[in-house]
């Protein structure tokens, strides 16, 4: 039996032509090429281009013509979750300056399960709570779809770059915001 080979995104895929998953947590799921074991218990080879970051949902193309899906492996996070809009970006902020990923959602800040930024944050008066769940972090600025390409890679933009909106502007709008935030 020929060991099968995902290779590609398999991106116009639809459920039904599905047949099989991938569970992976997601330090695996940034790693281009592993050995796998699909959830029915096959083994295969992962073997994309370098700089992919799988996300739940992804369809996975193999040399055959079978079609898997990934699924985001429940793993050990920690989850902040406060209704201040400041806290939270403090948090994401102190997260971002140690590059830990996060995943950031309505109210809430998860980043993988850390005694050490768990006491930061305390520290900063949050409350972190540890669970079990999927972690999906964000990809990064120059990420596009489901590919990461790294840092260096920006698709030729400059800092310099020319398009239609003003970058002072949205500066402006907000620093007024957060002048204006009420905590009455």
Known sequence: ???LIFSELAGDATPENVA???ILPFHARQKAR???TLASGQEAGLKLPRGT???GGDRLLATDGTIIEVQAEAEPVSTVRTG???QLARAAYHLGNRHVPVEVGDGWVRYGADHVLDAMLVGLGLAPSA???PFEPEGGAYTHGSHSHGAAHNHGHDRDHDHDHDHDQVKTKALNS???HDHG
């Open 1 to 3: 039996m020929t060991r």
């Open 20 to 22: 099989d998953r991938l």
């Open 34 to 36: 592993q050995r796998i």
């Open 53 to 55: 970051l799988l996300r």
């Open 84 to 86: 201040d809009p400041q």
């Open 131 to 133: 669970e079990i769940a």
């Open 178 to 180: 957060a002048q204006t």
